[in-house]
């Protein structure tokens, strides 16, 4: 591998700063290939910042990424044929339609005509676009616009998939398909998809990445994670059940103002003990 690593998904120290925020400090973590990890953490807690840095979307503040040991930022044509990447919100260019989407990502990752029709057939069959190819993708269901963008994804066969909430607003019916296709996926590739569905860390994930205010708290399997059978709870736990991040250093004397408070109730139950 070009940087000495074997990993096929490697954050190196990624930090994202917008001015003094901070989105994510000091993210490290390498997945080898064939597993399939979920990346777990509440809304705002820096899953999209790191994949789009992991995609070469997003230049990191500090820290390096790569993809099958190819660095994102300084080898990105060459990461970007190895990666597929499902954006949060599926594909954009709403008024064409998949076959149109398709034959144009095909074209601009330079693939030559013949392999590019081969590969179209196979991702329409992959995906179960086949009914839907000439709807512009703006009309389509939200199951299907997940779809055309896995096709899109998938459309190079790249050996590692990033997905940004692949299954946000799916239906039971179309989460159950999504994920039986993902299992089949990982099978080939290697595979990172950020997910709120707790249930489908257990039904698929190898390992589980929990970001919180936008460091990694927990690196490990599902089952070490789990308490009483469940994700929930330690979920709930390591994002501190969704409070608040720490407040700014200006804003702490007003949150330090109820010790004096705490300490006076400490007073009278004592003095009511007496
Ligand atoms: P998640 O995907 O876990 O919901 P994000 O990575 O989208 O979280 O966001 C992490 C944090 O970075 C959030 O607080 C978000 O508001 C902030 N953020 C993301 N993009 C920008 C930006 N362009 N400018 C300022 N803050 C941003």
Redesign the pocket.
């Known amino acids: 591998m070009e940087n000495g690593s074997s990993a096929m998904i490697r954050a190196q120290g990624l930090s994202?700063y917008?001015g003094p925020?901070v989105?994510?400090e000091e993210i490290s973590f390498e997945i080898p290939q064939g597993q399939i990890v979920a990346f777990l953490?509440?809304?705002?807690?820096?899953?999209?910042?790191?994949m789009k840095i992991l995609s070469g979307f997003l230049a990191p503040s500090q820290g390096h990424a790569s993809i099958g040991g190819l660095d994102v930022q300084s080898q990105r044509i060459e990461a970007s044929r190895k990666l597929g990447y499902l954006p949060?919100n599926g594909p954009l260019y709403q008024d064409m339609t998949p076959i149109d989407l398709l034959e144009f990502f095909g074209e601009a990752r330079g693939l030559e005509p013949e392999e590019l029709d081969d590969r179209i057939d196979a991702v329409i069959d992959q995906c179960g676009l086949d009914l839907v190819l000439e709807k512009p993708i703006g009309k389509l269901s939200r199951g299907y616009r997940q779809r055309v963008g896995l096709a899109q994804a998938l459309l190079h066969d790249p050996e590692v998939l990033i997905m940004?909430e692949p299954t946000a607003g799916l239906d039971p019916n179309q989460i159950r398909d999504f994920r039986q296709n993902l299992q089949k996926l990982g099978q080939t590739k290697t595979i990172l998809i950020?997910t709120h569905i707790l249930q489908e860390v257990d039904a698929v994930a190898d390992r589980v990445l929990l970001?919180h205010n936008?460091r990694l708290v927990y690196d490990g399997t599902p089952v070490e994670l789990k308490e009483d059978g469940s994700i929930e709870q330690p979920f709930y736990r390591l994002t501190d059940h969704g409070r608040p991040p720490q407040p700014e250093p200006e804003k702490a004397e007003e949150v330090s103002k109820p010790q004096p408070e705490a300490s006076q109730a400490e007073a009278e139950s004592q003095g009511g003990g007496e």
């Not at 953490?41 to 790191?50: L, M, Q, S, W």
């Open positions: 994202k917008y925020f989105a994510i953490g509440p809304n705002g807690a820096g899953k999209t910042t790191t949060e940004d950020s970001i936008g």
